[in-house]
């Protein structure tokens, strides 16, 4: 037994090498994860620092895109995936500021995530402005102009009194620290709205209330 330790363990990088390239191969993944960030969180966290030009006073910008992500049904995710796609052109990433923010924001979202779609930089960020033209944003949030104390269960009706394909079994709130950040919605691969499996849900807001900063 002693000598079958040492040889097994030897083969343990192998076997992890090997997962990891299942995992991260470009075009193999079962849906999509739609992330709408609340910008006012997300300026109080990350977008001042980013001199993102949605986080300016007067912006009044409330929920914006973040990402378009691969996901599987078991809860894991690809990363980073290897592509035979080129990388998007400054110009690329530049026409794409008005949809992730800036272009650098454009560049992360195609290298972490775009890369594992098997699309194209011209398709993926296509797709990713096709699957947000098809959520309307609620007009309740339009005028939030100072921090509120909501439940995740009333921004979800919003979103499902506007988008009536939508459930709470298809979204998923996250509330870090105690505030409203993001709004997750699980998409088929043809941008359909499904339900989230339990490896998403079990990682929403279980706040009974979390805060929504107002707009900037």
Request: proline letters at 7%; aromatic letters at 8%; charged letters at 20%.
């Amino acid at each position: 037994m002693q000598r079958l330790i040492p040889a097994f363990a030897a083969l343990l990088p192998i076997f992890a090498a090997q997962s990891a390239a299942a995992q991260d191969r470009a075009g193999a993944f079962d849906h999509y994860l739609l992330a709408l960030s609340w910008i006012p969180a997300y300026c109080a966290t990350d977008g001042d620092d980013r001199d993102d030009p949605r986080c300016r006073d007067g912006s009044a910008i409330g929920w914006a895109v973040h990402g378009l992500w691969p996901q599987n049904a078991g809860g894991d995710w690809p990363e980073y995936c290897t592509t035979s796609e080129r990388a998007p052109s400054r110009r690329e990433t530049a026409e794409q500021a008005d949809l992730f923010g800036t272009p650098g924001a454009a560049w992360h979202q195609w290298n972490k995530h775009g890369r594992c779609s098997g699309l194209s930089a011209a398709q993926y960020y296509r797709l990713v402005r096709a699957a947000a033209e098809g959520i309307a944003l609620p007009p309740v949030f339009e005028g939030v102009n100072r921090d509120l104390r909501v439940g995740p269960e009333v921004v979800e009706a919003a979103f499902i009194e506007a988008n009536p394909d939508l459930t709470q079994d298809r979204i998923v709130t996250s509330c870090p620290g105690g505030a409203l950040v993001e709004l997750r919605l699980c998409l088929t691969r043809d941008l359909e709205p499904m339900d989230c499996g339990p490896a998403l849900t079990r990682r929403e807001c279980r706040l009974s209330a979390a805060t929504l900063l107002p707009l900037r």
